[in-house]
């Protein structure tokens, strides 16, 4: 079993910085992929952002020059730093992580709402 807690979210204008965090305890060893999805109100969830084997990284195209993901393998952590938000960017983050064997595991999700 692998736990995962996010924090960072919350309100910010149009336009400004947040950062999001992850940590994933458990059986961390058995952790392939580690990144976040987001789900808006009355959408399907969608990838945002992810690290694969410790050094691919997927990026969502509407994501892409703003956000950026890093992850430290030592600490079992990931995080996304989110630059030039948008208003299209509220919804609730959850941090995801995938073992070896492609069992997914989901934090409790974040509320991330931008308006001024």
């Known amino acids: 079993q692998v736990q995962l807690v996010e924090s960072g979210g919350g309100l910010v204008q149009p336009g400004g910085p947040l950062r999001l965090s992850c940590a994933a305890s458990?059986?961390?060893?058995?952790?392939?992929?580690m990144g976040w999805y987001r789900q808006a109100p009355g959408k399907q969830r969608e990838l945002v952002a992810r690290?694969?084997?410790?050094?691919?990284?997927n990026y969502a195209d509407s994501v892409k020059g703003r956000f950026t993901i890093t992850g430290d393998n030592t600490k079992n952590t990931v995080a996304l730093q989110m630059n030039s938000l948008q208003a299209d960017d509220t919804a609730v983050y959850y941090c995801y992580a995938q073992t070896l064997i492609a069992r997914e595991y989901w934090g409790q999700g974040t509320q991330v709402t931008v308006s001024s």
């Open positions: 458990g059986s961390t060893f058995s952790i392939h992929a």
């Open positions: 690290i694969t084997g410790g050094s691919k990284v």
